[in-house]
């Protein structure tokens, strides 16, 4: 079969290789990969690729053999699913704990934007707590997670102000009832909750932003910079202040993947995708990615998915 690996070239992160169809574990089921979606992390992973790297974590495809233990969905089941690794091929291996079924009215490329961004906003919001009539802020909004998170706290009752770089970016997120400004020193707190994904100088400006006794939930650090915090200069400006280190990870995702789905289908859930191309331009949309060129998710068909 056909999958992608990493070259270590930044200007073409991958190229197809040959390689042998994955053999599932006994509790995992073999996918025909119709559609997968890179996220930004992974485009970093891909800079300085480790040995035995297989990108991929986002895919929807078909079951063509289900799991010897008896577990997940049966052959022919459209699924979503998220895998540790090996997703951009044709015949991707998942754990059935981290596959969900699709419902007839959730296509291939929607199904594959939703794993690691919306799993991300998902459990992000639940770190954050009931939102109802709380002030929110949200920084480094542009991408998959900053969608998903906008969308699902402002129908929670947030009044929520996203940061970011410019005003072309935040138009989807004010149709989807956020406020938002275009740097995060325009943003007029106190906020009860700062969600933080920036890093670098952001994350200092951001904390001052908090509300005594309030909560900064870091999940992401996109500027690739380090935080520098000054004690003193915190002094009467964040007293109290929870800073809450978060990341997504941490199977099963089914459950997860299986809300998802459903509220997609409800029409609660709306994937912003910036991007759908054959998976022969991989190399480009993984450049693009990466530099922050397109809004929302990007996702990548195979030939099934075409």
Same mark, same amino acid.
């Given at each position: 079969?056909?999958?992608? @690996?990493?070259?270590?070239?930044?200007?073409?992160?991958?190229?197809? /290789?040959?390689?042998?169809?994955?053999?599932?574990?006994?509790?995992?089921?073999? @996918?025909?990969?119709?559609?997968?979606?890179?996220?930004?992390?992974?485009?970093?992973?891909?800079?300085?690729?480790?040995?035995?790297?297989?990108?991929?974590?986002?895919?929807?495809?078909?079951?063509?053999? /289900?799991?010897?233990? &008896?577990?997940?969905?049966?052959?022919?089941?459209?699924? !979503?699913?998220?895998?540790?690794?090996?997703?951009?091929?044709?015949?991707?291996?998942?754990?059935?704990?981290?596959?969900?079924?699709?419902?007839?009215? @959730?296509?291939?490329?929607?199904?594959?934007?939703?794993?690691?961004?919306?799993?991300?906003? *998902?459990?992000?919001?639940?770190?954050?707590?009931?939102?109802?009539?709380?002030?929110?802020?949200?920084?480094?909004?542009?991408?998959?997670?900053?969608?998903?998170?906008?969308?699902?706290?402002?129908?929670?009752?947030?009044?929520?102000?996203?940061?970011?770089?410019?005003?072309?970016?935040?138009?989807?997120?004010?149709?989807?009832?956020?406020?938002?400004?275009?740097?995060?020193? /325009?943003?007029?707190?106190?906020?009860?909750?700062?969600?933080?994904?920036?890093?670098?100088?952001?994350?200092?400006?951001?904390?001052?932003?908090?509300?005594?006794?309030? *909560?900064?939930?870091?999940?992401?650090?996109?500027?690739?910079?380090?935080?520098?915090?000054?004690?003193?200069?915190?002094? &009467?400006?964040?007293?109290?202040?929870?800073?809450?280190?978060?990341?997504?990870?941490?199977?099963?995702?089914?459950?997860?993947?299986?809300?998802?789905?459903?509220?997609?289908?409800?029409?609660?859930?709306?994937?912003?995708?910036?991007?759908?191309?054959?998976?022969?331009?991989? /190399?480009?949309?993984? !450049?693009?990615?990466?530099?922050?060129?397109?809004?929302?998710?990007?996702? *990548? *068909?195979?030939?099934?998915?075409?």
């Amino acid at each position: 079969m056909q999958r992608l @690996i990493p070259t270590g070239d930044a200007a073409r992160p991958v190229a197809f /290789a040959e390689a042998p169809q994955p053999t599932p574990e006994p509790g995992a089921a073999l @996918i025909k990969v119709e559609a997968f979606a890179p996220n930004r992390g992974e485009t970093f992973l891909l800079e300085r690729p480790r040995q035995g790297l297989l990108p991929g974590k986002d895919i929807a495809g078909l079951v063509v053999q /289900a799991a010897a233990d &008896g577990s997940g969905p049966g052959i022919g089941t459209r699924v !979503v699913g998220h895998p540790a690794q090996g997703g951009w091929a044709e015949y991707a291996a998942v754990p059935t704990h981290s596959l969900a079924v699709l419902t007839d009215g @959730i296509d291939s490329v929607r199904a594959a934007a939703l794993p690691l961004a919306g799993i991300t906003a *998902l459990r992000l919001l639940r770190t954050a707590g009931s939102l109802t009539g709380r002030r929110v802020l949200l920084t480094g909004a542009l991408g998959g997670v900053g969608h998903y998170v906008t969308e699902l706290a402002v129908a929670a009752g947030a009044e929520l102000t996203a940061v970011t770089a410019t005003p072309v970016r935040g138009e989807r997120l004010t149709e989807l009832g956020a406020r938002v400004v275009h740097d995060v020193t /325009a943003a007029q707190g106190p906020f009860d909750v700062v969600l933080e994904s920036t890093g670098g100088t952001t994350l200092p400006i951001a904390l001052s932003k908090v509300r005594p006794g309030g *909560l900064l939930v870091w999940f992401g650090q996109a500027s690739r910079s380090p935080v520098t915090l000054d004690f003193f200069e915190l002094l &009467g400006v964040a007293e109290g202040v929870t800073i809450q280190h978060f990341h997504y990870a941490g199977a099963p995702y089914g459950p997860d993947l299986a809300a998802l789905v459903g509220l997609v289908e409800r029409g609660r859930l709306h994937p912003e995708i910036g991007r759908i191309a054959d998976w022969a331009d991989t /190399a480009d949309t993984l !450049v693009d990615l990466r530099e922050r060129r397109i809004r929302g998710k990007a996702v *990548l *068909l195979t030939g099934e998915g075409r």
